[in-house]
């Protein structure tokens, strides 16, 4: 199920393509600071709590009801990958998950780049893309 919210909330210019950058851009992660230093210091929740409110969303075309797990196994493997370094992989395929989604601009290569090089921002940029469609449907 696809349905649910606005998917371009911010109305950005859609292309010939079809698609259209992200609302918010890799280093607007400084102007939501709080989400920021929960990405920098504890990836492993953002990234599990972004991951089931695109799967709420997805699913049953709603936001996340209440604030859904904090601690999930998506945390915990991620969280255990992050120790080497690696939490980040996990994130390409939810961060292509979104760009998908909204008709966002990109490829793998970038999702990869941004998830492995400025991981925090990436994961704020991720989420607050989330957060705009959850908002158009309150």
């Known amino acids: 199920m696809s349905a649910g919210g606005n998917k371009n909330a911010l109305n950005r210019e859609i292309g010939a393509d079809g698609k259209r950058e992200w609302s918010f851009g890799l280093l607007d992660c400084f102007n939501a600071c709080g989400l920021c230093c929960w990405a920098t210091w504890c990836p492993c929740v953002v990234y599990c709590k ?34 080497p370094g690696y939490g980040w992989v996990l994130q390409i395929k939810t961060r292509s998950d979104i760009r998908n989604r909204y ?13 492995c090089l400025c991981n925090p921002c990436a994961l704020t940029q991720e989420r607050r893309e989330l957060e705009l469609e959850e908002r158009s449907l309150q």
């Open 50 to 83: 972004s991951k089931q409110r695109l799967r709420s969303l997805q699913d049953h075309g709603v936001p996340l009801s209440g604030d859904g797990e904090r601690y999930n196994n998506d945390c915990c493997i991620y969280g255990l990958l992050n120790i």
């Open 103 to 115: 008709g966002i601009r990109g490829d793998t290569t970038g999702d990869c780049l941004a998830s």
